[in-house]
């Protein structure tokens, strides 16, 4: 199970999910699910999906992150990600990346999601 923890402004407390990860489910799709998030084009286009994601494991070493060219895309174009990012080839998860929640599939792991 996926614990994924989210918070907002927009939102009264935080929600704690437990969430199995399903081959393919997008964070958006389970944000849509709670109507924490409506969906909008889902196709890593509008850049409205994005969300901050934090990893919650104790053995948070930074990991490589590999985004697709549409989503880092998106992220350029609403300002989520700056030119240096954007030539990176990866980026690493700590401190806190922007991702869009369209493309960010659920893993077996616990997260933080701030939007
Ligand atoms: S829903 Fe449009 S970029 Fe994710």
Known sequence: MANITFLSPSLRDKVVLNVAPEEGRTLLSVMSEHHLREACCG???CGSCAVKIVPQRSDAA????VLSAKEKHALLKS????????????L????????????????????LVAF
């Open 92 to 111: 690493n998860d700590a401190p806190a990346l922007w991702r869009l929640a369209c493309q960010y599939v659920i893993r077996d792991e616990p997260i």
């Open 62 to 65: 930074s990991r490589p992150v």
């Open 79 to 90: 300002r989520k990600l700056s030119w240096p990012e954007f030539d990176a080839k990866s």
């Open 43 to 45: 196709k890593a286009q």
